[in-house]
């Protein structure tokens, strides 16, 4: 759940923005996000517990049997975490200018919204727009 949501607010910059600044970031910390830029790659659909994209299992699943990540126990059920390869891989990523406005936003997300996953569906959820979605419906 926490995947999705981090997910959510990494593609649609606008969301994050409303997210960070109810959360009481300070606007001139988040000056850089774009809230008229369009969400990345396809957009998410309203699913049961907030925003979902059905290609997460393919995607996961991808990564898996390239070596980039593996399934990690947790407590009450099971996450994810980078291999080393998988951690050179992003680390390359970082470096590479052209994801700056991604790792900006990734820096945003680590800094002020670690959170649990209940929490963050707990924010989503005060945006009408998720909030008031039927369910499979796209997300703007």
């Known amino acids: 759940?926490?995947?999705a949501?981090?997910?959510?607010l990494l593609r649609y910059p606008r969301h994050l923005?409303?997210?960070?600044?109810?959360q009481g970031v300070s606007a001139d910390k988040i000056e850089q996000l774009d809230p008229n830029e369009a969400p990345l790659d396809?957009?998410?659909m309203r699913y049961r517990?907030?925003?979902w994209d059905p290609s997460y299992y393919a995607v996961l699943g991808s990564l898996i049997g390239r070596g980039l990540v593996v399934v990690a126990p947790l407590g009450n059920g099971f996450g994810y975490?980078?291999?080393n390869t998988g951690a050179d891989l992003a680390a390359n990523l970082r470096a590479d200018g052209s994801f700056d406005d991604i790792n900006q936003r990734l820096a945003l997300l680590r800094r002020h919204l670690d959170k649990s996953g209940n929490t963050l569906?707990?924010?989503?959820y005060e945006l009408p727009e998720i909030a008031d979605a039927a369910?499979?419906?796209d997300l703007t």
């Open 81 to 83: 975490r980078t291999t």
């Open 5 to 8: 949501k981090l997910d959510f």
């Open 121 to 124: 569906k707990s924010y989503l």
């Open 17 to 22: 923005r409303r997210v960070l600044l109810s």
């Open 135 to 137: 369910w499979h419906e």
């Open 49 to 51: 517990y907030g925003p």
């Open 42 to 44: 396809a957009r998410m």
């Open 1 to 3: 759940m926490k995947l």
